[in-house]
């Protein structure tokens, strides 16, 4: 068994005239959180898509725990927990009706669902439809689906977006719990860049389709010889 | 199987509350669109004398079926490929590739069962036969599967073409839905009247349609396996691409005020665009009826007038050409402003942007008044001109033939316009009650024009309801 869990090669993807993603590589360790951050339209979501098998590589491959997932994408999945940035609903199907769905599809046992519901604080409106949900309750039961069937590797794109202090507290938490106790991957793209430098063993920075930069958050800040300044300065210094 | 099991019964839980939901257009205003329909059309084709040949029906089914085949394939492609559907979170889980065919497969199969049922209540109207009648299962049940495989197969295509541009297999894929197209209107005249058909060609029509969907279903199988990685990232950002936008928009909204200018310019924008495949079906009905008309009057069909029958211009708007000219200006009329339902349905969902401007419920309602109005706009000067282009419109009658026109249109896009927000959940419902109104008092100004002043004391009210209903969606959200 490998023991990287994503593994990007060289991957390219275009529309039309643009490359929106040139020639990246990158790889994530097995327990290890890696953070992708970039400005809008550096290509963070469209790498994000190729690595769960959303979009299809023009050129390079991509792996989940050492499955290529254009070859076996099926298997790659079953690896796989995924917060997509835009999550639409069934408007009439309950939270944990949803959740109970994943379940069925991820092949994986139900009763991890209450447990789930029950970390993401969604009792109260589990048995609610799902079109009355609020941006933050979206967003926790998108989290909640990437999360039911204890996948080896969990892609989270702006898992933020709505989350309330206390909420986004016990996913940075709980995220580290899972790296280092179960040996956990995660892939988080994000823009709170304290969040960011605090849940993240390495940053990719994304810029033009390229990673312009990669390293642990003191690296980066090395590398910009910003040592003593926010995170969010390092950013900009490497991301414009 | 489990899997298409789990995804099958979701949809449909949704489905069934969704009805829950909506008993008031189910229970009252599904059944008076049907009530409307029995008893105006079908009163027309049971006391008609006329009758069609054997070859006109083939020809209508065959219509008929392309017409179902286009307007399905923007759902179908959106139900294959989930675009911006709640099914597109299952692309990231450990779904089979065959599963997610399978789902778009069953979730077409269900909505082309009403169109089913439709040709059965067709038939009764007709007095062919009873409402429930065993014998007609077969033929039903390959209509749904030739109708279905053919929008699905029609729908990768689409999408495959316009992302790979590769014309063989296209020109390949089109020579094979076609025949499907002609059996399924066979299927259609099978069903609807049967006896234009003989019983060896009945027969022959159920073969055939169950040898062609077996074959469609093993082809789309194997053109949705090929290529659904590739052309998914391309369905999802269909659309996203500016395309052509129009000139002028602002001299065609400048009697309006901004609010309504804004969502009239947006709408035709849309339409511009092609929201929907809807767009490509009015577009080439309208298409096809003026280029009808123009046969008709060019190949001296219509009945001759006796000798100085047109001595006045009053009578010439009974005259056989004038009449023809009029009727067709209706019908195009209607086939294009009535593209307001589909847009109504597409633009539901996004109804925010109305919410989150502040745009009054009036304004959003004369928005889709005038859009029906600007869309249709075209239809009475082709007509005008394909009646005076053939000569056989009088002379003397050629001005007052173009105002007729004006009137129809005026008239008759009004009215349809005026019922965008009448059943906006269910476009389908939506366009046949559109029709129904458009062409009775588009057909019944075109007998007489003077008949439209009666008419207009009631085009306030319908447009005070538009208002109505469009308030009822503005603020409750439809839901």
């Given amino acids: 068994m490998t023991d990287w869990a994503v593994e990007v090669e060289r991957v390219v993807k275009r529309y039309g005239k ?46 989940v725990c050492g499955q290529r997932v254009a070859r076996h994408n099926v298997a790659a999945k079953r690896h796989l927990g995924y917060l997509p940035e835009e999550l639409y609903l069934y408007d009439r199907l309950t939270g944990a009706e949803f959740l109970r769905l994943v379940a069925g599809l991820k092949n994986c046992d139900e009763s991890r669902v209450e447990s789930e519901i029950e970390f993401f604080e969604l009792r109260a409106v589990a048995d609610k439809w799902a079109g009355s949900y609020s941006l933050g309750m979206r967003k926790k039961l998108g989290l909640a689906a990437a999360f039911v069937g204890e996948p080896d590797v969990l892609v989270l794109d702006e898992p933020l977006n709505g989350l309330d202090v206390e909420m986004m507290r016990k996913l940075r938490l709980r995220m580290r719990e899972e790296s280092e106790g179960r040996g956990r991957a995660f892939l988080v793209s994000s823009h709170v860049m304290d969040f960011v430098e605090r849940t993240s063993a390495r940053v990719g920075v994304m810029r033009r389709g390229r990673l312009a930069a990669e390293g642990t958050p003191e690296e980066l800040r090395a590398l910009v010889s910003l040592p003593d300044a926010p995170f969010e300065d390092v950013f900009f210094r490497l991301a414009k | 199987m489990s899997h298409l099991r789990l995804i099958a019964a979701a949809a449909l839980r949704e489905r069934v509350r969704w009805a829950r939901e909506h008993l008031y257009l189910l229970a009252v205003l599904g059944p008076v669109v049907v009530g409307m329909t029995y008893f105006g059309v079908g009163r027309l084709v049971r006391e008609g004398e006329w009758s069609v040949t054997t070859a006109w029906a083939v020809a209508a089914g065959v219509g008929a079926a392309a017409a179902l085949v286009v307007l399905g394939m923007s759902r179908a492609s959106a139900e294959i490929y989930h675009v911006r559907r709640p099914e597109s979170f299952f692309e990231s889980l450990p779904v089979e590739t065959d599963t997610h065919f399978h789902v778009a497969l069953v979730s077409r199969a269900a909505r082309t069962l009403p169109t089913a ?62 025949p499907g197209l002609f059996v399924c209107g066979l299927l259609l005249v099978v069903i609807v009247s ?48 500016a395309g052509r936008d129009l000139r002028g928009v602002g001299v065609l909204t400048r009697r309006l005020n901004a609010s309504t200018a804004a ?11 092609r929201f929907s495949s809807a767009v490509y079906v009015s577009a080439g009905l309208a298409a096809l009826i003026l280029v009808a008309l123009f046969a008709l009057l060019t190949t001296g069909v219509l009945p001759e007038g006796e000798p100085g029958a047109a001595a006045s211009w009053l009578d010439a708007t009974w005259l056989a050409p004038v009449a023809a000219t009029k009727v067709a200006c209706v019908l195009a009329t209607v086939a294009l402003s009535s593209l307001a339902a589909p847009l109504v349905a597409h633009e539901l969902s996004r109804f925010w942007v109305e919410r989150a401007a502040g745009a009054g419920a009036a304004d959003v309602s004369r928005a889709k008044l005038w859009y029906a109005r600007v869309v249709s ?50 476009p389908g419902l939506a366009l046949v009650l559109m029709s129904c109104t458009g062409l009775a008092a588009g057909l019944l100004v075109a007998w007489l024009w003077p008949v439209g002043f009666f008419l207009l004391p009631a085009i306030p009210s319908l447009v005070e309801r538009g208002a109505m209903r469009a308030r009822y969606y503005l603020i409750e959200g439809g839901d």
């Avoid at chain 2, 055939?208 to 194997?222: C, E, I, M, V």
């Avoid at chain 2, 969502?263 to 665009?273: F, S």
């Avoid at chain 2, 007729?404 to 959940?425: D, R």
């Fill in chain 1, 18 to 63: 643009l490359t929106a993603v040139d020639g990246v590589s990158l790889r994530v360790a097995r327990g290890e959180t890696y953070a992708l951050v970039g400005a809008n339209g550096a290509g963070k979501s469209t790498l994000i898509r190729m690595m769960t098998g959303l979009a299809e590589p023009d050129e390079g491959a991509v792996s």
């Fill in chain 2, 117 to 178: 049922f439709v040709a059965v209540v067709a038939r009764t109207l007709a007095g062919v036969g009873p409402l429930l009648d065993a014998a007609l299962v077969p033929a039903l049940l390959v209509f749904v599967a030739v109708v279905s495989l053919a929008e699905v197969a029609s729908a990768l295509q689409w999408i495959h073409w316009g992302h790979a541009r590769s014309r063989s297999p296209a020109a390949g894929a089109l020579a094979f839905v076609v």
């Fill in chain 2, 194 to 241: 049967p006896a234009k058909l003989p019983e060896a060609w009945r027969w022959a029509a159920l073969a055939a349609g169950a040898a062609w969907s077996a074959a469609a279903f093993l082809l789309a199988r194997g053109w949705h396996a090929r290529w659904r990685r590739s052309d998914m990232e391309f369905a999802r950002r269909l659309g996203a691409v």
């Fill in chain 2, 263 to 273: 969502l009239v310019a947006r709408d035709l924008r849309l339409t511009l665009r």
């Fill in chain 2, 377 to 426: 706009a075209p239809a009475p000067a082709a007509a005008w001109a394909a009646g005076a282009l053939s000569g056989e419109v009088p002379a003397f009658y050629v001005a007052p033939l173009l105002l007729e026109n004006l009137w129809l249109w005026l008239l008759v896009s009004t009215v349809v316009g005026s019922f965008a927000f009448e059943i906006p959940e269910q």
